[in-house]
């Protein structure tokens, strides 16, 4: 059998209170391969903390244990902080909501693609321009040279959001995690920027992990999906067949999707019930 991309098993994540450990992330288990899989949940639900965790990014005082945490054959339970940096940017990389969050506002954009490059390839500087540039355009970006030199200010939403895919991009990793990556965005750059996510993991053969309130949104793009409640992963579906969730939860969320049997009437409101989480 074919190495899976990511091995996860038995993650969880806790933060120390005065009454105890408390767990915001339990017993997250996913093995996946060059696929696309999306991660819903209510907030609070996780999704961000099991991407994180994924990632090496939980700050203590948070604590992340795991069985198996393993990216093709590298175990990165035992990373040192060094060693996450390397990984992160070379082969793996997460796109966040916003870019203004990851994005550094006092550098040029070529200049934060560049550096990301420096980190992981010794090539020369006219190389790396140009490699930045390519980048910016496989992006869908017109004209590569004016947002080269832009400030992450100087460009709209839609137009950050590319830099950022593009920054992540540039050192061709095999595992992108894009955290809720369109929800800053309207409904046409939205669209725009999944087609070229869509683009990009079936031509670069990447593994995705989306994570988004959007059910409907991540059924449409994605293979599988992982619903989350309460910091677990509480069903896991096949994208084509919604229809067979059982979880509660899962089918509340269905059930609020506006369809056209549901259109001019009031949508259910989604209540929660402590037994969901025993499911
Ligand atoms: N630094 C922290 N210390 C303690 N608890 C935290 C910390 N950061 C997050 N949490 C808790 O972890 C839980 C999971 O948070 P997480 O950000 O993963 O949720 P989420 O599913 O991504 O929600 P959203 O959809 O709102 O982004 C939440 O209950 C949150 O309060
Ligand atoms: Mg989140």
């Known amino acids: 059998m074919m190495q899976p991309l990511l091995q996860v098993h038995g993650l969880t994540v806790t933060f120390p209170t005065p009454s105890g450990p408390v767990p915001v992330v339990r017993d997250f288990s996913l093995t996946m391969g060059r696929e696309k899989i999306g991660v819903v949940g209510e907030s609070g639900s996780g999704k961000s903390m099991t991407a994180r965790a994924i990632l090496g990014l939980v700050r203590p005082p948070g604590q992340v244990t795991a069985r198996t945490l393993q990216l093709e054959d590298m175990d990165l339970m035992g990373l040192s902080p060094r060693g996450w940096q390397a990984l992160r940017g070379k082969k793996a990389g997460m796109i966040l909501q916003d870019p203004k969050f990851s994005l550094n506002p006092i550098k040029r954009i070529g200049n934060q693609i560049e550096e990301t490059l420096r980190l992981h390839e010794p090539i020369r500087r006219g190389e790396r321009r140009e490699r930045a540039l390519a980048m910016l ?18 460009l709209s939403g839609g137009m950050g959001q590319r830099a950022m895919i593009a920054m992540m991009l540039v050192s061709s990793p095999n595992l992108l995690i894009a955290d809720e990556p369109t929800s800053a965005l309207d409904v046409v750059v939205r669209e725009q920027v999944l087609r070229l996510l869509d683009t990009l993991v079936t031509d670069r053969g990447l593994g995705l992990i989306l994570i988004s309130h959007d059910l409907p949104m991540v059924a449409r793009f994605c293979d599988r999906i992982l619903v989350m409640y309460r910091g677990r ?21 269905l059930a609020c999707l506006p369809s056209p049997a549901t259109r001019g009437h009031m949508l259910p409101t989604l209540s929660r019930d402590p037994s969901w989480e025993a499911a």
Request: proline letters at 8%; aromatic letters at 10%.
């Open 137 to 154: 355009e496989a992006v869908g970006i017109d004209d590569p040279v004016r947002v080269y030199k832009s400030y992450p200010h100087e």
């Open 233 to 253: 992963v509480v069903e896991t579906l096949d994208a084509r067949y919604l229809d067979a969730a059982t979880h509660p939860y899962t089918r509340g969320l």
